[in-house]
C-alpha cells in the first residue's frame, strides 16, 4: 500500500497561484500513474489531471487544459499540480491519487487508482 501526503493548499484570491504536491511513500512515484481529483461541497469527486509512469502522457479535465499543469519529479518522488489563474470554481478539496500501473484509457476514474490521500484544501475568493 502507498501513503499519499498532499501538501500546498490554502486560501487565495482569485486569479492567483497555487502549486500542490503529492509525496507518496511506500512505492515510488515512478511506480504507477499518478493522478490528482477534487471534490467541491455537495458534489462528486471529479478528475483533474493525470500523468503516465515516465511523465509522457498527460491527460486534463477539458475546462482546465491551459491553467493546470501536472508534472512529477522522480528524483524528488513527487508529483506537483500547478494552478494558475484560479477562479471561485475552483475551490475544492483537492485529492492526490496513485495507481500500481501505468496510465491506462480509464484514467480519469477513481476506479483506476489503488491509493488516495487525506486531501488538502483549497479555497478561492472573488
Known amino acids: 500500500q502507498v501513503q499519499l501526503a498532499e501538501f500546498g493548499g490554502g486560501a487565495v484570491q482569485a486569479g492567483s497561484s497555487l502549486r500542490l504536491s503529492c509525496v507518496p511513500s511506500g512505492r515510488t512515484a515512478s511506480s504507477g500513474a499518478m493522478a490528482w481529483f477534487r471534490q467541491a461541497p455537495g458534489k462528486d469527486r471529479e478528475f483533474v489531471a493525470a500523468?503516465?509512469?515516465?511523465?509522457?502522457?498527460?491527460y486534463y479535465e477539458d475546462s482546465l487544459k491551459g491553467r493546470f499543469t501536472i508534472s512529477r519529479d522522480d528524483g524528488k518522488n513527487t508529483v506537483n499540480l500547478q494552478m494558475d489563474s484560479l477562479t471561485p470554481e475552483d475551490t475544492a478539496v483537492y485529492y492526490c491519487a496513485s495507481s500500481s500501473r501505468d496510465i491506462s484509457s480509464w484514467y480519469w476514474s477513481t476506479a483506476d487508482y489503488d491509493d488516495w490521500g487525506q486531501g488538502t484544501q483549497v479555497t478561492v475568493s472573488s
Open positions: 500523468i503516465g509512469r515516465r511523465s509522457d502522457s498527460t
